[in-house]
C-alpha cells in the first residue's frame, strides 16, 4: 500500500512527541504538548493519523480498562492511547464520567478513532448463574416463601436490550458481539435444544439491532466454527478470534484453520491477544512457550501470508498493561502496530 509510508512519519513523531514521556509521578500536571507549540505542524500530523486510518491497512483493536473514574495517572486516560489504533473497546461501558465522554468525542472527531464495547454472552451467563446460587443459598423457614428461580431467557433478553441501549446512550460508535459458543457433535438432544435457544435468543437480538442501526459498526468475537447461524458474520466488520491462549504460532495456525468453515467470511479474521501481566510473577499471561512476547509474535504472524484467508490485524486485551515503560509508554502496543503496517522499502 503506497500510503503506508504515512505510518513512518507517525511513528518518528510519537518518538519525538511530548506525550511519549515515562510517567514517575501519579500527578496529573498540564505540560504543554505539540499541539500547543505547533498547531500547524499538529494539524498536518493529525492529518496523516486520519488518512492511515482511511486507507487498506491491518487494523489495530485494544481493550481499555477504564474502571477509574477519578484518574490519578495519564494511564487511565484513552486519549493517551497510540494514536493509530483503530478502535478502542472499553471494558466499563456504562456509568461514563462527562470527562471520559469528552475524551471519546476528541479521539474520534481528531483522529478518527472508533469507541466500541464488547457485550457478552459468557459474562451474562455467569452473573445468571450467580444470581441463581444466591438464591438457593438463602434460608427460609418455610420453603413456599422461596421465589421462583429466574428464567435465562428472559434475564438474557433483558441483559441484551439494556446493553444496547447503551450505544446510543452514550455515542458509542458500535458493538463486540462475544460468543464463543460451543462444538454440538457431542451434545444430547436436550442440550443442542438448549444450546440452539440461547444462541437464537443472543444473536437474533443482535442481528435485529444492526438491522436497525446500520450507521453503527458490529463486530464478532469468538469462534465462527461454533455458530449455529452463521448469517451475522457478513454484517460483522470483523471477525476477532479469541486467541490469547495461544502460546506458538503452530498453534495460531491451528486455530485460524478451525475457524476457516463454510458460510464465513474469509477476509475480515483479527488476532486476539494479550499484553503481560503487571504481576511479574506471572510469567504465563502474555508469553509464549518460548519465554517471548505473545503480541510481538502474533504481530509477525499476522503480516505472514496465510493460504485463503485475510488476516486483518490484532486486537489487543489489557493494553493499559503496555503503558508503563521505561523507555515509552505503550511500547510493545505501538511495536506490533508497526510491525503488522510496515514502511516500505526504498
Known amino acids: 500500500m503506497k500510503n503506508k509510508i504515512l505510518l513512518l512519519s507517525i ?15 501519579s500527578l496529573d500536571i498540564e505540560q504543554p504538548d505539540i499541539s500547543q507549540q505547533n498547531p500547524a505542524l499538529y ?25 477509574e473514574k477519578t484518574p490519578f495517572s495519564r494511564a487511565h486516560h484513552m486519549v493517551d492511547l497510540p494514536d493509530s489504533v483503530d478502535v478502542v473497546s472499553l471494558m466499563s461501558p456504562d456509568n461514563l464520567a462527562d470527562w471520559e465522554a469528552a ?50 431467557i428472559e ?47 443472543f444473536i437474533g437480538i443482535a442481528e435485529d439491532w444492526q438491522i436497525r442501526n446500520k450507521d453503527k459498526m458490529i463486530v464478532y468475537e469468538g469462534y465462527p466454527q461454533n455458530l449455529l447461524n452463521k448469517n451475522i458474520l457478513e454484517s460483522c466488520e470483523h471477525i476477532i478470534l479469541p486467541l490469547t491462549q495461544a502460546d506458538s504460532k503452530l498453534a495460531l495456525d491451528y486455530e485460524l484453520i478451525s475457524a476457516k468453515v463454510e458460510n464465513t467470511p474469509l477476509d475480515r ?60 509508554i505503550y511500547k510493545h502496543t505501538r511495536n506490533a502496530i508497526n510491525t503488522i503496517n510496515p514502511s516500505p522499502k526504498k
Not at 504472524?301 to 489489557?318: C, D, F, M, R
Open 11 to 25: 511513528s518518528i513523531f510519537l518518538l519525538l512527541s511530548c506525550s511519549d514521556w515515562t510517567e514517575i509521578e
Open 43 to 67: 494539524e498536518q500530523y493529525i492529518k496523516g493519523v486520519r488518512d492511515f486510518k482511511d486507507s487498506d491497512h491491518k487494523v489495530t483493536y485494544v481493550w481499555f480498562d477504564n474502571s
Open 103 to 152: 475524551e471519546m468525542e476528541s479521539v474520534r472527531e481528531e483522529k478518527n478513532t472508533k469507541v466500541i464495547f464488547t457485550m457478552d454472552f459468557d459474562a451474562m451467563k455467569l452473573n445468571f448463574d450467580n444470581k441463581v446460587a444466591d438464591l438457593m443459598d438463602q434460608k427460609y423457614e418455610n420453603e413456599e416463601e422461596r421465589p421462583e428461580l429466574p428464567n435465562f
Open 155 to 201: 434475564f438474557l433478553v433483558d441483559s441484551v436490550s439494556h446493553t444496547l441501549s447503551l450505544v446510543n446512550k452514550y455515542n458509542y460508535d458500535g458493538i463486540s458481539i462475544a460468543y464463543k459458543g460451543k462444538s454440538i457433535l457431542h451434545m444430547t438432544e436436550i442440550e443442542k435444544q438448549t444450546h440452539k435457544t440461547y444462541e437464537k435468543a
Open 269 to 328: 479474521y483479527v488476532i486476539a491477544v494479550s499484553t503481560t501481566s503487571l504481576d511479574l510473577a506471572d510469567q504465563k499471561t502474555g508469553y509464549w512457550i518460548d519465554g517471548s512476547r505473545a503480541l510481538q509474535g502474533t504481530a509477525e504472524w499476522v503480516l505472514a501470508p496465510h493460504s485463503e484467508v485475510e488476516v486483518a490485524g490484532i486486537a489487543i486485551k489489557n493494553v493499559s498493561n503496555d503503558y508503563f515503560n521505561s523507555d515509552k
